[in-house]
């Protein structure tokens, strides 16, 4: 889907943990009861906050299709992600997501997708079947 004219909001550290700590909690819940349907063999899912409660590592591994990597980046007040299938495609480094306030919604700005864009199309490859993390991310 194409969002015109997304923009990095100019979030507060308050709003930023806020947003983010729930993206994070939302879509690990998610993907506890996706496991769960699915029943997926090496599937195990993991997130863990620092000890200030300031960041935030979601690890997602998915057996022999590879590990994503999720974590909260608060001096940047973003959310980045390293995904298995990008290091297939060769391409080096995590994607940066900003959020937007108007549309509600994690953007990579070089090429304007949102996180759950990303997340849908390959984790729906990965499991066989429809995922959309969407609802849990919004």
Not at 45 to 71: A, D, R, W
Request: charged share 25%; hydrophobic share 30%.
């Amino acid at each position: 889907m194409f969002f015109p004219n997304s923009t990095n909001s100019d979030l507060s550290d308050s709003d930023y943990h806020r947003i983010s700590d729930a993206t994070m909690e939302h879509l690990l819940e998610f993907l506890e009861n996706l496991n769960d349907q699915l029943d997926f063999g090496d599937f195990d899912i993991e997130y863990s906050v620092s000890q200030c409660k300031m960041s935030g590592v979601l690890t997602l591994k998915c057996g022999s299709e590879g590990t994503y990597v999720l974590n909260k980046q608060p001096p940047n007040k973003q959310i980045w992600l390293s995904s298995p299938i990008r290091l297939i495609e060769c391409v080096s480094g995590p994607k940066r997501y900003d959020y937007d306030l108007m549309y509600k919604k994690w953007f990579y700005h070089r090429d304007n997708t949102t996180l759950d864009e990303l997340l849908n199309n390959e984790l729906s490859t990965i499991f066989c079947t429809k995922v959309d993390v969407s609802q849990a991310i919004s």
